[in-house]
């Protein structure tokens, strides 16, 4: 064989090998199995999609699983699942205080401090004489406002992950997950329940450092109530901002 003639192999050999390690390194990125670790928050609420309960701040931290099910160059499709061990869930209070006066005596009672769907600080007084005894009396309502923070966990095993761009660094990511929250006391108020469903979906960015690890940034829409399990089901939307460490195998 001519020398001209293997040269020419050559490198055709080293072209085609060239081409083959930039399609394999182009469609690396992503492992079969993908573990997470996460933070998100989120400074109120308000009417997004079902929820009515404003002023709710929210964050967690938590662990995701995923699990790549369908690949090609187009799209990234993932199993998804979450548990929330720490959830933090910041409610407005009213405490109420109604003061009786009367000659005499003076009366004046104290109502509980409670979880309130909207609480408005403010004073009402009221005066009038018995008709029965003809005492003169006046009453006061005093409304202060505060707030209280309440422990829960969280569990979504439904979810799912389509990662665009796979064969790129940075990747335009979409996720939804489905699941529920329990909590130590009642949210958002206290005629409501401990056991919550939810469901969160929305979309961000995940840029690759490596072939499997990775950094991921979304704003996600998430909806918690008791679905009418309870006395009342005024439900809490927020809006979350996303932070997630992710490794693979």
């Keep these: 064989m001519k020398p001209a003639v293997v040269a020419t192999l050559a490198v055709l050999l080293v072209l085609v090998s060239a081409a083959n ?10 492992s079969k199995n ?13 009417h997004i999609v079902l929820g009515s309960a404003p002023n709710r701040r929210f964050a967690s931290l938590g662990f995701q699983y995923e699990r790549r099910l369908l690949s090609n160059r187009a799209l990234v499709w993932r199993y998804a699942a979450e548990f929330r061990p720490l959830i933090l869930e910041r409610d407005p209070t009213a ?6 006066v009367a000659l005499p005596p003076t009366i004046t009672l104290f109502e509980q401090t409670a979880a309130a769907l909207q609480c408005i600080a403010g004073q009402r007084t009221f005066s ?14 005093l ?3 505060g707030h209280r923070w ?12 389509i990662n665009f761009l796979p064969h790129r660094r940075l990747q335009p990511t979409a996720s939804f997950l489905a699941g ?9 108020i206290d005629s409501a329940g401990s056991f919550n469903f939810t469901f969160e979906f929305g979309a961000g960015l995940e840029y690759y450092q490596s072939r499997s690890r990775s950094v991921r940034l979304e704003y996600q829409i998430q909806h918690f109530s008791n679905a ?6 005024p439900g809490v939307d927020n809006g979350l901002f996303k932070l997630t460490y992710n490794f693979g195998r």
């Design 228 to 233: 009418y399990t309870a006395e009342t089901n």
């Design 128 to 141: 009038g004489t018995d008709p029965i005894t003809g005492v003169h009396y006046s009453e006061t309502i």
């Design 150 to 161: 309440t422990y829960a966990q969280g569990l979504s095993p439904a979810g799912t992950r």
């Design 95 to 100: 405490t109420v205080t109604i003061s009786i």
């Design 180 to 188: 529920y929250l329990l909590s130590a006391n009642k949210i958002p």
């Design 143 to 145: 409304t202060t406002c």
């Design 34 to 46: 993908t573990y997470s670790a996460f933070f998100e928050y989120s400074n109120d609420s308000s």
């Design 21 to 30: 390690a930039q399609i394999t390194d182009s469609t690396s990125f992503g």
